[in-house]
């Protein structure tokens, strides 16, 4: 089965610095995978998704991710945070098209300090 | 754009009460998702629908029971309510069989069982 594991649980830089959360997925195909953020008490708000193509996936908010088949990794990254980055973010992997079920990672706490 | 829209946004309940839960889907999408997330962990999945038929089922208690009425708008209708029910509960919606993989999401009913 479809999974994707995020190792870091909690992760904390400095606003203006450079960040990277790690995803690693489980998958015999090319997987469709996402990165969704949520911020307290909100709802998940699409950042990024892969599909196939282009390995750098542009995102919303500055963000970046980048598909490695060869690592199983889907890394999201900014250069440069701002203290509104701070939220939960999930990486996720789509099940198949047509039922789009997504499996969550465990999730990765963003801290942002000045 | 007219996004997701979940009733109630909070919700207190004792144990062994009923709750009802409602969402609304984005116009014109066909398929809806209800998932689970528990404090401080990843969503999963609870249940889905298809032009109101069930399309798929996850970790979804026996006391839990769902569907989607024919304006496609869903309740998830939860019994016997326990202590571990306490959760936000996200309903998502996506239009099928477009490609797009993407899953919009509300913005969470937040259930407290007492």
């Known amino acids: 089965a479809q999974s994707v594991t995020q190792p870091d649980i909690h992760i904390t830089v400095s606003e203006g610095a450079s960040l990277e959360l790690r995803c690693n997925y489980s998958y015999g195909a090319t997987p469709y995978l996402f990165w969704y953020v949520q911020s307290p008490g909100q709802g998940l708000q699409l950042l990024l998704k892969?599909?196939?193509?282009?390995?750098l996936v542009q995102g919303i908010k500055g963000f970046e991710a980048e598909f490695k088949r060869s690592q199983s990794s889907f890394n999201l990254r900014k250069p440069s945070v701002h203290w509104s980055d701070a939220a939960e973010y999930f990486c996720a992997v789509l099940h198949n098209f047509g039922n789009e079920k997504l499996t969550f990672g465990t999730g990765t706490r963003l801290t942002i300090i000045p | 754009a007219a996004g997701v829209i979940q009733s109630p946004r909070h919700l207190i309940k004792e144990k062994r009460e009923t709750a009802t839960l409602k969402c609304y889907p984005i116009?014109?999408?066909?398929?809806v998702y209800w998932y689970q997330q528990g404090p401080g962990q990843d969503p999963q999945f609870l249940i889905s629908?298809?032009?109101?038929?069930?399309?798929d089922k996850g970790s979804i208690p026996d006391r839990f029971s769902a569907q989607q009425f024919s304006d496609y708008h869903s309740e998830l209708n939860m019994s016997s309510l326990e202590l571990g029910d306490s959760a936000l509960y996200f309903c998502?919606?996506?239009?099928?069989?477009?490609?797009?993989?993407?899953?919009?999401f509300g913005e969470g009913s937040r259930l407290t069982v007492l």
């Open positions: 116009p014109r999408h066909d398929t």
């Open positions: 998502a919606s996506s239009l099928a069989f477009v490609g797009s993989g993407e899953l919009f």
């Open positions: 892969y599909f196939s193509g282009d390995t």
């Open positions: 629908f298809y032009e109101k038929m069930q399309s």
